[in-house]
């Protein structure tokens, strides 16, 4: 069944990348239902590696702004939440619970497989955060620009959780958007064989 198109504006045709925020808190159960409908999302061999760090209290935001490229730094820390989105390059050590016929050992003894898979589907899954995100009605400021050596030390020391990006959330300010950039087309950016 497909969604109505006003369902597909607020996931994709009217959603935009939000700098500016709105003084509206954004609640930790709204948190907890982000990560709920994400973990629903298709990961090859739901090996499900994504980890989510959301930086809502002024003191951790204090532990995030030094990890922040210049440009950054007022938007992340006027954010209502900052979510960091990294990726467990141990994510095998679940697979008994999450894909009882996978072996883990695969992973375990190929190191370069389990970090291209744990990237691609932590990335994916970041996909499925900001459409959950702003299908829950919150905005997104999804970004690179970050010292993720800084963030990895700060944020998941001794762990094998590593980042991959930051996503903003709240609720936006429409005046401050900028114009909307153009997009490829079809034909620019597909091939059909």
Not at 147 to 172: I, M, P, Q, W, Y
Request: with cysteine; aromatic share 8%.
């Amino acid at each position: 069944m497909a969604i109505n198109d006003e369902a597909l504006d607020v996931l994709f045709r009217a959603a935009r990348t939000h700098r500016k925020w709105q003084d509206k808190p954004v609640s930790g159960a709204l948190l907890m239902a982000i990560y709920d409908l994400v973990r629903w999302g298709p990961t090859s061999g739901n090996c499900c590696p994504v980890r989510v760090v959301f930086v809502v209290s002024r003191p951790a935001k204090d532990r995030l702004k030094p990890h922040l490229d210049e440009g950054n730094v007022t938007k992340t820390m006027t954010a209502p939440a900052t979510a960091i989105l990294g990726y467990d390059l141990d994510f095998a050590r679940h697979l008994p619970q999450l894909a009882p016929h996978a072996d883990p050992e695969v992973f375990r003894k190929n190191p370069a497989l389990a970090a291209t898979t744990a990237f691609r589907n932590g990335s994916i899954e970041g996909g499925y955060f900001i459409l959950a995100a702003r299908a829950l009605g919150l905005d997104c400021g999804p970004m690179s620009g970050f010292d993720s050596e800084g963030v990895d030390r700060e944020f998941f020391a001794g762990t094998a959780v590593k980042s991959n990006f930051l996503c903003n959330l709240g609720h936006g300010d429409p005046a401050a958007l900028r114009p909307r950039a153009p997009r490829l087309s079809f034909d620019e950016a597909c091939w059909i064989v």
